[in-house]
């Protein structure tokens, strides 16, 4: 059987520049001659691509809480059981453009929902799986709401006030200072070429880190 692939996450509030450096991650894990996944969430599965449409879409803006948490999970769910663990265990590596991160930072500082409910769920769906490595792109909110701000059509996230994206920003920064050796944190307010230089290090840092365990 092949050795287990690696799960790779890219995290921050938006307008960090997730989507940018998504390509350029790939790139960096693909020329090492590793087979990759590139995926995302919510989404990932035509299941988790219409929760997508249902969450950060405006059909229904006055969704609840619990709601919104738990069609996060559902999505996850389907994703983990489709695409990630699939791939992981043929030995692909995944990189994903948000996981489980983002519900502790969004519904859980940004909202408020308790963590502990949070991570019901979490064990509940993923088990014992988590991310092998998470690099997190933090900013100022100001200049990541600037940057996504050139968008015309806000979704349902992207209409919340300075404060929310403030607290989402802190309980982005409390879980890389709770796991520093998972997650890395880089500053994304640099020049694109200086933001994915770092990133590149970090990734091959990694590649041979797992290439000699
Ligand atoms: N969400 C949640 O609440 N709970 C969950 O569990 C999960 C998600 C999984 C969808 O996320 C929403 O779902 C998200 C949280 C919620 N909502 N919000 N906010 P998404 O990832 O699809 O959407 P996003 O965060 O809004 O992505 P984004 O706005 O596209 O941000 P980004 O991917 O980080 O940025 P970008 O598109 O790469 O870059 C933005 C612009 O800045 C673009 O014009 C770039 O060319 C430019 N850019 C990028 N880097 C630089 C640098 N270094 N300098 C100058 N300009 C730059």
Same mark, same amino acid.
């Given at each position: ?11 921050? $509030?938006?307008? /960090? ?14 020329? +090492? ?26 059909? +229904? ?15 996850? &769910? *389907? ?6 663990? %699939?791939?992981? *265990? ?12 983002? =519900?502790? @930072?969004?519904?859980? @500082? ?7 409910? $949070? ?11 988590? %991310?092998?490595? =998470?690099?997190?792109?933090?900013? %100022?909110? =100001?200049?990541?709401?600037?940057? /996504? ?16 994206? *403030? ?8 879980? &890389? @200072? ?9 500053? /994304? ?12 290090? $970090? ?11």
């Amino acid at each position: 059987m092949s050795e287990q692939g690696r799960f790779v996450t890219i995290e921050g $509030i938006e307008g /960090a520049g997730k989507s940018t450096c998504m390509q350029l991650a790939a790139r960096v894990i693909s020329d +090492h001659g590793i087979e990759l996944v590139q995926t995302r969430e919510p989404g990932g599965t035509p299941l988790g691509e219409e929760l997508r449409d249902l969450l950060l879409g405006h059909r +229904h803006t006055g969704m609840s809480e619990d709601a919104e948490l738990l069609l996060m999970f559902a999505a996850r &769910a *389907e994703h983990l059981h489709r695409r990630i663990e %699939p791939a992981l *265990e043929q030995g692909q590596w995944v990189l994903c453009d948000r996981f489980t991160d983002a =519900t502790y @930072a969004y519904q859980g @500082a940004g909202r408020g929902i308790p963590k502990d409910r $949070i991570s019901v769920l979490e064990q509940w769906v993923q088990g014992a799986r988590r %991310p092998d490595l =998470t690099i997190l792109m933090d900013l %100022p909110v =100001t200049l990541g709401l600037e940057r /996504a701000g050139r968008r015309s059509d806000p979704d349902r996230f992207e209409r919340e006030d300075l404060a929310f994206f *403030e607290r989402v920003r802190q309980g982005y920064r409390e879980i &890389a @200072a709770r796991e520093p050796q998972r997650v890395r944190v880089v500053d /994304a307010s640099r020049a694109l070429a200086t933001v994915q230089d770092e990133i590149r290090g $970090i990734l091959e840092a990694f590649m041979e880190q797992v290439g000699n365990d």
